[in-house]
């Protein structure tokens, strides 16, 4: 374990102020939240739209679905304590979270909100996983950050405890984000 700690700790890192870092992690939290509320329900869309961005819906949940993958195999490996591999499919988790971040940004820059047109029980059902998505997201950011923070500056124990809520809260948005692509898919 002391080897992969000098592996993985950045050293910069460990003498930052976690009182700073978790300070800096929120407020880039927030701004990325409240720019995504305002990016969906207040800025108009665009006057044109280029052809490839109909396609990005199906890019976004084929980069959560590469992330929920990656996630379960960083949670498997940390169980066989293989913390080289865990480490890997997390930063691979990472990737691909921030490319449908990207992603997702790019599609509703042009096209702004998606309505939801279904009709009877499956109303409820998809706003109940899209609000608890959307809540949840919004959570998931600083955890995110804040647990690879605390273990590339070392902080194990702390990583490992931030990590606990972190995991299935990165797994559920992951997964629930494909979710919302397949139900709303179905009814567009």
Not at 34 to 39: D, G, M, S
Not at 112 to 131: A, K, N
């Amino acid at each position: 374990m002391s080897d992969f700690k000098s592996q993985i700790t950045i050293d910069a890192l460990k003498d930052f102020d976690p009182k700073k870092a978790l300070y800096v992690i929120g407020v880039v939290s927030v701004i990325a939240f409240a720019f995504l509320i305002w990016l969906l329900y207040f800025k108009s869309t665009a006057d044109y739209t280029p052809e490839f961005v109909y396609s990005l819906p199906a890019v976004n949940a084929f980069f959560n679905s590469l992330a929920t993958i990656l996630i379960i195999l960083g949670f498997v490996q940390i169980k066989k304590r293989n913390f080289i591999r865990h480490m890997q499919y997390m930063l691979g988790a990472f990737v691909f979270s921030a490319f449908f971040l990207v992603s997702y940004v790019i599609y509703h820059n042009f096209v702004g909100h998606t309505p939801f047109p279904g009709e009877g029980l499956i109303r409820p059902v998809y706003f109940t996983i899209l609000i608890s998505h959307i809540i949840l997201s919004a959570g998931v950011v600083p955890l995110v950050l804040s647990s690879f923070y605390f273990a590339f500056s070392g902080k194990f124990e702390t990583h490992r405890k931030v990590s606990k809520f972190t995991f299935p809260i990165w797994l559920y948005v992951s997964i629930t984000g494909v979710m919302i692509y397949f139900i709303l898919n179905a009814y567009l």
